[in-house]
Every structure is written in C-alpha cells, then in structure tokens.
C-alpha cells in the first residue's frame, strides 16, 4: 500500500516537473509605455550627418566618398526621408506584426494532459484503495489545413512587405513634389525681382517723359498698374516660401533645426530636358509588371486562395489521440482513445461561401486597378508628352526673345534706340524667360506624376524598393 501510494506521488512529482520545464520557456510583459516628450526629442534629434545614416547610405551604393554629402538634391533628400520619415517606421511595424502571424500560422495543436487520482474507502481487499490515472492527448491538424494556414500568412506578410514600398514611394513623391515647389517658389521670387527693378525703371523714366510733356498719363498709369501687379505677385511668392521649406524638410523625414544646416541643390529647373522618353507599350507593361499595389493585390489573391483551402479543409475533422494510464487499486490499464469533431451538420459551408466570395472580390480588385493603371498612365503619358512639346515652344520664343533684346542693345549702343526701348525688350526678355520658367515647372510635374504611376524613378539609379527596407 506505501509502495503505491510512493508510486502514484512519483507520478504526480514528474508531471510537476514537466510542467515547470515546460514553463521555463515562457516569456514575461516587458511595459513599454509611450512618452510625448521623449519621442518630440527623438523626432527632433534625428540628424543626417549621422554615422548610422552615412552606413545606411554605403549599402545602397552611394559612394563612401562623397560622404558627407555637402549638396542635396532630389537623390540625397530621397535617401534622408526613406530613412527616417514615420510613414515608413509604421508601414515596418504592420509588416512585424503580419510576419508574426507565420509563427501562429506554422504551429501545432498542443498537447494535453489529464491526472485524476482516487480512493476507495470501502476496499477490504489486501489491494490497493488507491486508484489514478494519467493521460495525454495530442492533436493531429488533418486535410492540409496547417499549410494553407501558413501560404495565408506567408501571403500576407508579403502584401505588408510591399506595402513598406507603396509608403516609401509615396514619401518619394511628396518630397518630389515639396522640393519641385520650393525650387520654384525661389526661382519665381529671383525672375520676379528682375522684372520688378526693369518696370521700376520704366515707371521712372515715363514719369520723365511726362513731366516733359513727350508721353501721356494713360501709358505712366499702366505702367505703374503693371508695376503694382508685379510687387503683389513677388510678396505672395516671398510669402509661400517659408512655408514650403518648412514643408520639404518635413517630408524629408527631418525636424526644421536638423534640415537648416543642409545645403540645398536649387537646379531642380535649370536644366532642359533634350528629347522625350520613349512612351511606347514596353512603358505599359513596365508599368504592369512593376507598380507595387498590383503585386500586393496578387498576394492578397493568392492569401484569399490559401483561405479557401483551409475552409475546404475544415469541412475534415481534425484527429485526437488520447493515450492512457491508469493504476485501479492494483490493476495497471494501459488505453489508447481516438476522438474527432464530427462535422456532419453544417460541413463548414457557411464560411467556405465566404471564401469563394473574398476571393472573387480580390480578384475583381486586381482587374479593377490594373485598369486604373492603364488608365492612370495614359492620362501621364499625354500629359508628360504636352508639357515636353509647350516646353520645346518656351525655349524657341526665349531663344527668339534672347537674339531680339541683342539686336536692341546693338542699336542702343549705335545710338538708334532709347533706353526706354532697350528697357521695355529687356522686360520682355524677362517676361519669356518667366514663361519657361513655369513650363518647366510643369514639365517636372508631369514626370514626377508620370513616376509616381510607373512607380519607378525616369533618371534616379535610386531603388526605392531597396532602400525603403532599413536593417
């Protein structure tokens, strides 16, 4: 009788110990509270003169020595707001989380385990009154269910992986953009300063020609109307410049203290571009094999069809296997049980419907934004293809303009022309190159929006799908 009551002791001590090792693995809460100041000051600290950024750098190519950058451009601006912008920290952490769900999705039915222990205490017999038992049940996941499982989240998780690139394109955009006007906004202000001193100068010299009877006060009041005009337009651009830095260094991924030491590259629109690209259908299918939503509306798909065939699979219960011991007042009884749900009442045709649905509906989304895309990028292309022609134009008339104002200041110098004539086809000289000015800008936004649709930079050798990933 000691002798069993030591044994059934035993037992329960292993399954204790059993128990404890198992819970040795356990992790513990670790708080990680969110602090307003701390992150304004993490915010506000993050510098791009740093090492960790230089290294960020050298893995995507840039050249070591031209570290640290002294110009920035669209390129080295694209690089500081890919690495520290928070649309792309927040796109990262959705693509942890949908990367843990493989954990879940990759694992096993646990076992169980059952101890029950009794007495009988109306045994006379020289037996045992004691009488306990100890079994465990494991589980077997039947029908292919724990891989369709895992294709779902594996699918998933890349759909979030791509989605940390829809971001940083459309970062890479906006920062385009914000740069685009800034440049613009300060190129406006100069051009505008130019003609505002000539109709300054025009402004006086009909008042001298008025004053000595040999022009009319209709012409001086024009003049000065289009001089007022000037000077509203230069402090309504002065105006918006501020704004637009403070703009551009935000989008740049940087607090406004840690963007002010950099030193801009300002020749986003000085150069003209010599021929158009070459808008044929390889551009549409391009387009077609590398926009990111449509690889993740694929993955979607492809995570709907893993759904499904876990559905299908459920309508297949899975298997439990329930070994046994059992110690009955000096019997020793070893059993082996199988149990199962039985899914004859509904055979999970409720959620299968449901998954037949989920993906005939990303299936229509996938067609529906492939045609977006088409249609998207047709628009661009008419649109880059008419900024490229009216581009061609502003440069003919500012070439045509420029041997004009020569041939006016040859006849001033040869005493055939006023000054007041050398003046007015100075400004008109200005006013052309103000009209390039703002085609050019146009022409840049159409291929900024021509690359937005293509997902894919037309002159950068950036790989904006790379360097969005930051190890």
């Not at 995507?60 to 912008?85: C, D, M, T, V």
């Not at 990303?362 to 628009?379: G, H, P």
């Not at 085609?439 to 936004?445: A, M, N, S, W």
Request: proline share 3%; glycine share 4%.
């Amino acid at each position: 009788m000691k002798s069993s009551k030591l044994k059934y002791i035993r037992s329960l001590a292993i399954v204790a110990l059993s128990a404890s090792i198992i819970a040795c693995g356990f992790q513990t809460y670790l708080p990680k509270p969110i602090s307003p100041v701390e992150t304004k000051n993490s915010y506000e600290q993050k510098t791009p003169r740093s090492e960790t950024f230089n290294e960020y750098l050298v893995t995507q190519n840039y050249p070591r020595s031209s570290l640290p950058i002294q110009s920035w451009g669209l390129k080295e601006l694209s690089y500081s707001a890919l690495f520290f912008h928070p649309d792309l920290d927040l796109a990262r952490s959705e693509w942890r989380v949908a990367e843990s769900t493989k954990i879940t999705a990759a694992e096993r039915l646990d076992p169980k385990i059952t101890a029950n222990a009794g007495r009988n205490t109306n045994n006379n017999s020289e037996n045992s009154p004691w009488a306990y038992s100890l079994g465990i049940d494991v589980g077997i996941i039947t029908a292919g269910k724990r891989e369709a499982r895992i294709d779902r989240a594996i699918n998933l998780s890349e759909a979030a992986r791509i989605k940390i690139a829809q971001s940083a394109w459309q970062v890479r955009t906006r920062l385009a953009k914000s740069l685009l006007e800034y440049v613009y906004s300060i190129r406006q202000s100069s051009v505008l300063q130019k003609e505002l001193d000539l109709r300054l100068s025009i402004v006086d010299m009909l008042q001298k020609r008025v004053d000595a009877g040999l022009a009319s006060n209709i012409e001086l009041n024009n003049a000065r109307i289009a001089l007022q005009k000037t000077e509203q337009n230069l402090t309504a651009e002065k105006g918006r410049t501020p704004a637009l830095y403070a703009a551009l260094a935000s989008d740049s991924g940087l607090s406004i203290q840690s963007f002010k030491p950099l030193n801009l590259d300002l020749s986003l629109l000085d150069e003209t571009p010599t021929s158009d690209l070459k808008l044929n259908d390889d551009l549409q299918t391009e387009a077609l094999l590398n926009r990111l939503d449509l690889r993740a509306s694929l993955a979607r798909y492809q995570a709907a069809e893993a759904k499904l065939r876990l559905e299908i699979g459920r309508q297949y219960p899975d298997l439990i296997l329930s070994p046994s011991y059992t110690f009955d007042q000096g019997d020793k009884i070893w059993a082996l049980g199988i149990g199962s749900v039985i899914t004859l009442l509904n055979k999970n045709k409720g959620l299968i419907a449901e998954a037949y649905a989920l993906r005939d509906v990303e299936a229509t989304q996938f067609n529906v934004l492939q045609a977006k895309v088409i249609s998207e990028l047709n628009q661009a292309k008419a649109t880059y293809l008419t900024s490229f022609e009216a581009l061609a134009r502003a440069e003919k008339l500012v070439s045509t303009q420029s041997d004009r104002t020569k041939q006016t200041e040859q006849q001033f110098n040869a005493g055939f022309a006023d000054r007041l004539t050398l003046t007015s086809t100075q400004l008109e000289n200005i006013i052309t190159e103000h009209n390039r000015l703002a085609v050019r800008y146009k022409h840049q936004l159409a291929s900024i929006g021509l690359e937005d649709i293509l997902q894919k930079p037309l002159t950068s050798d950036i790989e904006i799908e790379k360097a969005s990933t930051k190890n």
